[in-house]
Antibody, heavy 120, light 107 residues
Framework: EVQLVESGGGLIQPGGSLRLSCAAS????????MNWARQAPGKGLEWVSA???????YYADSVKGRFTISRDNSKNTLYLQMNSLRAEDTAVYYC??????????????WGQGTLVTVSS | DIQMTQSPSSLSASVGDRVTITCRTS??????LNWYQHKPGKAPKLLIY???SLQSGVPSRFSGSGSGTDFTLTISNLQPEDFATYYC??????????FGQGTRLEI
């Protein structure tokens, strides 16, 4: 069964750092495009970052220079290192597998999310 | 940036109803449009990809249509488990994809 499980969320002070993990099962992270998205309280979904199978990384302007996406092939796990956190980064963070073909991208598998709260 | 406008933002319906949700983009995105269902505390679920292709395992009462800038998600014969928030997503500008603001479907 294809599954994604996020962890690592919590309460962190502004300016702090946190690393989120997304453990995959049923498929190989390194062979797929992977993404992070988030949902702030009372808001809609927002794309955050992507790591393509070939190793290219991409970031939303709102997190560029502060967040880093990576993966550990031996653990089949995706990560999101978040530095210089701000109150506006408070959200539930989701990882998602990205299927990319002639029909475009679509996220066919998502985790249940991990909550990050940035507050003093 | 491509702006996405979903309407309505919320919708009240009853079991057995047929409902339609619209997503409009500020520029053409061909058919690079997906629809997701999201329930509180759950993982978002892909329903429709490439505007009209039904994701495997999704009931046939869900359907999508449109191309260019105007798209619709139709749910026929609403079931109790369909009450959720629905999002459209454009992948024309991949990897920087964007979501609509969501439509909350309530009883």
């Amino acid at each position: 069964e294809v599954q994604l499980v996020e962890s690592g969320g919590g309460l962190i002070q502004p300016g702090g750092s946190l690393r989120l993990s997304c453990a995959a099962s049923g498929f190989t992270v390194s062979s797929n495009h992977m993404n992070w998205a988030r949902q702030a309280p009372g808001k809609g979904l927002e794309w955050v970052s992507a790591l393509y199978a070939g190793g290219n990384t991409y970031y939303a302007d709102s997190v560029k220079g502060r967040f880093t996406i990576s993966r550990d092939n031996s653990k089949n796990t995706l990560y999101l290192q978040m530095n210089s956190l701000r109150a506006e980064d408070t959200a539930v963070y989701y990882c998602a597998r990205d299927v990319y073909d002639t029909n475009g991208d679509h996220f066919d598998c998502w985790g249940q999310g991990t909550l990050v709260t940035v507050s003093s | 940036d491509i702006q996405m406008t979903q309407s309505p933002s919320s919708l009240s319906a009853s079991v057995g109803d047929r409902v339609t949700i619209t997503c409009r983009t500020s520029q053409t995105i061909n058919s690079y449009l997906n629809w997701y269902q999201h329930k509180p505390g759950k993982a978002p679920k892909l329903l429709i990809y490439a505007a009209s292709s039904l994701q495997s395992g999704v009931p046939s009462r869900f359907s999508g249509s449109g191309s260019g800038t105007d798209f619709t998600l139709t749910i026929s014969n609403l079931q109790p488990e369909d009450f959720a928030t629905y999002y459209c997503q454009q992948s024309y500008t991949t990897p920087a994809i964007t979501f609509g603001q969501g439509t909350r479907l309530e009883i």
